[in-house]
């Protein structure tokens, strides 16, 4: 059964002539804006108007976007505030590494240059480590009897004599230093020609010459060599600078010390002197020595006094 509303309620036009009226209206509203522009001007003010009503509209979606791009950005800028940290700290790393290259890469330069002036057959070797014993001065190199390398042979650097090989492995060697307390060397003062024995004191890292006399010509800065008289080490290599003398002691002879001029605190390279030594007794040891093999020989002592 089809409802329509009672007669007295049918008011106007249909709701089909409604609908084709404004059909036609549309249509000709559109060929009039694509041929004269004429409602340019209408739909810029709709625009402007409904402008403000736009804005409020996009506000929860300006709102979610913002913080989005917020938390999103904060954390980028976390990942690349650490990523620069980093490699702040690779560069510094890098930094360090480079000067300790430079230096070390100076350092080799100056051996070779002394390798040169020695006109000597020499060895490069490197510092593994100094030795466990707090009270002896000694320190331990990466080459031993399979590289060449003989007890008593000289150990320098760029500057001086470091000390001597003392004891040797197969792969690696034991360096007694200039300050070791039962070492000692045969040095001559490079200004007077005065000749001495430098003997070490241990930890407190200084030369002693011993057995000098009050009056000897030896100031305060001058400059020991060695002599070479043991046949050990070649003459001429810097060993020390006299730092003090004191002649007021209580005996007859002077206090003199010495500071090494070479040594192992600054460096790790070092150079050994390939020369052919055995075992050589060290200048104290001949000292002690000297009474007993006259006591062995008095007959040859007496011949050659007399002679």
């Known amino acids: 059964m089809e409802y329509s509303p009672p007669p007295l309620f049918k008011q106007g036009a249909s709701a089909r002539a409604k609908m084709l009226f404004f059909a036609l209206i549309a249509v000709a509203l559109l060929m009039a804006d694509s041929r004269f522009r004429a409602l340019g001007v209408m739909r810029q003010a709709i625009g402007t108007a409904l402008y403000p009503l736009q804005i409020v509209a996009m506000l929860p979606r300006d709102a979610f976007f913002a913080v989005t791009d917020y938390f999103a950005s904060l954390t980028r800028l976390q990942n690349d505030n650490a990523r620069m940290l980093e490699q702040q700290v690779l560069n510094a790393q890098q930094l360090q590494q480079n000067a300790q290259l430079l230096v070390e890469n100076t350092h080799l330069r100056k051996l070779l240059d002394a390798s040169d002036r020695l006109q000597l057959k020499t060895l490069m070797s490197e510092i593994l480590y100094d030795a466990r014993d707090p009270f002896?001065?000694?320190?331990?190199?990466?080459?031993?009897?399979?590289?060449?390398?003989?007890?008593?042979?000289?150990?320098?650097?760029?500057?001086?004599?470091?000390?001597?090989?003392?004891?040797?492995?197969?792969?690696?060697?034991?360096?007694?230093?200039?300050?070791?307390?039962?070492?000692?060397?045969?040095?001559?003062?490079?200004?007077?020609?005065?000749?001495?024995?430098?003997?070490?004191?241990?930890?407190?890292?200084?030369?002693?010459?011993?057995?000098?006399?009050?009056?000897?010509?030896?100031?305060?800065?001058?400059?020991?060599?060695?002599?070479?008289?043991?046949?050990?080490?070649?003459?001429?290599?810097?060993?020390?600078?006299?730092?003090?003398?004191?002649?007021?002691?209580?005996?007859?002879?002077?206090?003199?010390?010495?500071?090494?001029?070479?040594?192992?605190?600054?460096?790790?390279?070092?150079?050994?002197?390939?020369?052919?030594?055995?075992?050589?007794?060290?200048?104290?040891?001949?000292?002690?020595?000297?009474?007993?093999?006259?006591?062995?020989?008095?007959?040859?002592?007496?011949?050659?006094?007399?002679?």
């Open 136 to 307: 002896s001065r000694k320190i331990t190199i990466d080459r031993g009897q399979s590289h060449g390398i003989q007890p008593g042979q000289p150990v320098i650097d760029d500057l001086g004599v470091i000390g001597q090989v003392t004891r040797i492995f197969p792969f690696y060697s034991e360096v007694t230093l200039l300050t070791d307390k039962d070492h000692a060397i045969p040095v001559q003062v490079l200004r007077s020609g005065v000749r001495s024995v430098a003997y070490g004191r241990g930890q407190s890292g200084v030369l002693e010459l011993r057995f000098m006399a009050s009056n000897a010509d030896i100031r305060k800065g001058d400059v020991l060599t060695t002599s070479g008289i043991d046949g050990v080490y070649p003459p001429g290599l810097s060993v020390a600078t006299v730092i003090s003398v004191d002649t007021q002691t209580s005996d007859a002879f002077a206090r003199i010390l010495c500071q090494p001029i070479a040594g192992v605190s600054r460096h790790r390279q070092v150079l050994i002197l390939l020369a052919e030594n055995s075992q050589p007794t060290p200048p104290a040891a001949e000292n002690s020595l000297q009474p007993e093999l006259r006591s062995k020989h008095p007959r040859k002592d007496a011949t050659e006094t007399t002679q």
